[in-house]
């Protein structure tokens, strides 16, 4: 199946700093993807849709100038969380959807993100 | 209402015995139907995907679909200590391809 990675696999920052978490798609390309956040013992819960060559799709709720989201390539998405707070740790997964006609979405490994 | 629902659990099941894990889902456009595993600290790995009502096996897994209640199951047969997990129920609707998930039921099989 369709491999997703991400980089770092966890990462700890002070308050106030900014992170910006890659999304890759290996061996297919993605015109879409998705970033969830994920707290401890709660589910995965959608920030963004993430659009090659365009702006992303911000869930309600979710503040886009806190969390800039950009797809420059077909394989690639970041996430860049701007001024992080403590409450901002969590549990950040990408997944991109498979080949056209396809519904599985291929999930990467997540990050883990800590700030203090 | 939440748009997907599931029993959180715990569900603890012997070894050898059948865990089954239940879903409903409050929109009817609802088209796809997926069962993800996932393990403490790691991403979901998708276990089954259903389309159409009726049962889908593959196997010691058994995923079930009842469009007209609304409801999605999932069967895991011989379970193993392995098999230990929080599983997430999604749907997708329309063609955003936007997963929803259920909030998981952590399932543990005792040896």
């Known amino acids: 199946g369709a491999v997703v990675s991400q980089h770092p696999s966890w990462v700890i920052c002070k308050s106030g700093t900014s992170v910006k978490i890659e999304c890759r798609s290996l061996?297919?390309?993605?015109?879409?993807m998705f970033w969830y956040r994920q707290f401890p013992k709660q589910s995965l819960m959608l920030m963004a849709t993430?659009?090659?060559?365009?702006?992303?799709?911000?869930e309600q709720g979710v503040e886009k100038d806190k969390f800039l989201i950009n797809h420059a390539s077909l394989t690639l998405s970041t996430l860049t969380v701007t001024s992080a707070h403590p409450e901002d740790s969590s549990f950040y997964i990408c997944?991109?959807?498979?080949?056209?006609?396809?519904?599985?979405?291929?999930f990467g490994p997540g990050t883990r993100l800590l700030v203090l | 209402q939440k748009e997907v629902e599931q029993n959180s659990g715990p569900l603890s099941v012997p070894e050898g015995a059948i865990a089954s894990l239940n879903c409903t889902y409050s929109?009817?456009?609802?088209?796809?139907f997926f069962w993800y595993r996932q393990y403490s600290g790691k991403s979901p790995e998708l276990i089954m995907s259903?389309?159409?009502?009726g049962d889908k096996e593959d196997g010691r897994f058994t995923a079930q679909l009842n469009k007209a209640s609304q409801y999605v199951s999932l069967l895991i047969r011989d379970s193993q200590p392995s098999d230990s997990a929080t599983y997430l129920c999604?749907?997708?609707?329309?063609?955003?391809?936007?997963?929803?998930f259920g909030s998981g039921t952590q399932l543990t099989v005792l040896p």
């Open positions: 993430s659009n090659e060559g365009s702006k992303a799709t911000y």
């Open positions: 997944s991109a959807p498979g080949l056209a006609g396809e519904e599985t979405q291929y």
């Open positions: 999604a749907v997708i609707k329309g063609s955003a391809r936007q997963l929803t």
């Open positions: 259903i389309y159409s009502n």
């Open positions: 929109d009817r456009g609802s088209q796809s």
């Open positions: 061996d297919f390309q993605a015109t879409t």
